[in-house]
């Protein structure tokens, strides 16, 4: 049942991923984008109530993850293109600056959710999950309010058919697939990995895993947004992709605990830039995508997203749940990666940007 939430919140994202192609362009960004943080906070905020009132909990749950799922899910397919149409001069600085927000949500969820339940215990979760639907309610007034731009002229994006006949285009959705896949792969079984790899509580587990992962994920993010300009985007997602196969490679194969907690953590590291790199790629060398484009790579990512762990912890039961084989066999995903940034890189380097 705990395995069912992530699958149908992720699946939520995809549908909604795809359906925005469709509507958000004929609704506007800004209906789109608030309507996104109101049922986002719908969902916490519901997430607390309707449990009690179904006589099976578990569908109340359900119900909910659905509602925050389909503002995730906006948000994913909005925010990248409002941030592209502001007028910066490093774009794919700033786009990853922004996605490095993502993380600093990660952490502060899990540091604050664990001293709350330090606090007060687990028992109050539902106190927990209202002070949460705080953060989009917040959010919603801000995007009432603040200029948004549109990425492109009404009638000059390019549709669904265009973009599915462009070689790139394909190339671009396999970036991003892996993009997803190699750090959900990580991210969503390092409290586990730790946890049975050191020995240690799911409070611990969580602080050294998934937390730190998150924390270096947003400082990679955030140096590549402040040397953006000096670097070379596909030759750092290169390096990126060489760093990640290492450090899963340390997660999988190292007999030494600290060296696949070490692994772990800097994987953060590696797959900071990948999904907004391969964001800023996609609109450099396809500037007319428009908010079709963004949003098959959000589909994209989160399919990545969505397969790879369960191929993770499926592969992990079949040899007698040793997460570590897993994790090894997910290392695909990375290397995929760098093959597809090399064929980026030598057909595809000369288009315009």
């Known amino acids: 049942m705990i395995a069912l939430i992530p699958l149908v919140f992720y699946l939520t994202q995809l549908l909604i991923d795809l359906a925005a192609t469709k509507f958000v362009d004929r609704i506007g960004y800004r209906a789109c984008v608030v309507s996104s943080q109101v049922l986002s906070a719908a969902g916490l905020g519901l997430m607390a109530i309707l449990p009690e009132l179904f006589p099976v909990p578990f569908m109340g749950i359900l119900i909910a993850v659905v509602l925050y799922a389909m503002g995730s899910g906006l948000v994913e397919v909005l925010v990248s293109p409002i941030v592209e149409a502001c007028p910066f001069d490093n774009k794919d600085g700033m786009m990853s600056l922004l996605h490095s927000f993502y993380c600093w949500g990660a952490v502060g969820v899990i540091l604050g959710s664990t001293l709350f339940f330090t606090a007060f215990g687990v028992s109050n979760w539902k106190i927990l999950t209202l002070i949460w639907a705080l953060v989009p309610l917040f959010n919603a ?54 946890e049975s790899a050191m020995g240690v509580s799911k409070t611990v587990g969580d602080l050294a895993g998934p937390c730190s992962f998150a924390l270096f994920m947003g400082i990679s993010r955030m140096i590549y947004g402040k040397l953006s300009k000096k670097l070379d985007l596909v030759k750092t997602m290169l390096a990126c992709g060489v760093l990640c196969v290492i450090c899963y490679l340390m997660a999988s194969l190292s007999s030494i605990p600290f060296i696949g907690l070490v692994g772990c953590a800097l994987c953060g590291v590696s797959v900071g830039i990948m999904w907004p790199g391969t ?75």
Do not use: H
Not at 150 to 177: H, K, V
Not at 297 to 306: I, K, M, P, W
């Open 141 to 194: 007034f801000n995007f009432i309010f603040c200029p948004i731009e549109r990425l492109i002229e009404d009638g000059n994006g390019m549709r669904a058919g265009q973009l599915f006949r462009l070689p790139l285009f394909w190339l671009l959705i396999l970036l991003m697939i892996c993009s997803g896949a190699s750090e959900a792969s990580m991210a969503q079984w390092a409290s586990a990995f730790t």
């Open 279 to 353: 964001i800023s790629i996609s609109s450099q060398k396809c500037p007319r995508g428009g908010t079709a484009m963004f949003a098959f790579l959000a589909l994209a990512g989160d399919l990545g997203a969505t397969v790879s762990p369960s191929m993770v912890g499926g592969i992990s039961n079949m040899v007698g749940g040793n997460l570590k084989t897993g994790l090894l066999v997910a290392t695909v995903f990375p290397l995929t990666l760098i093959l597809g940034l090399l064929v980026l890189y030598r057909k595809f380097n000369k288009l315009s940007k």
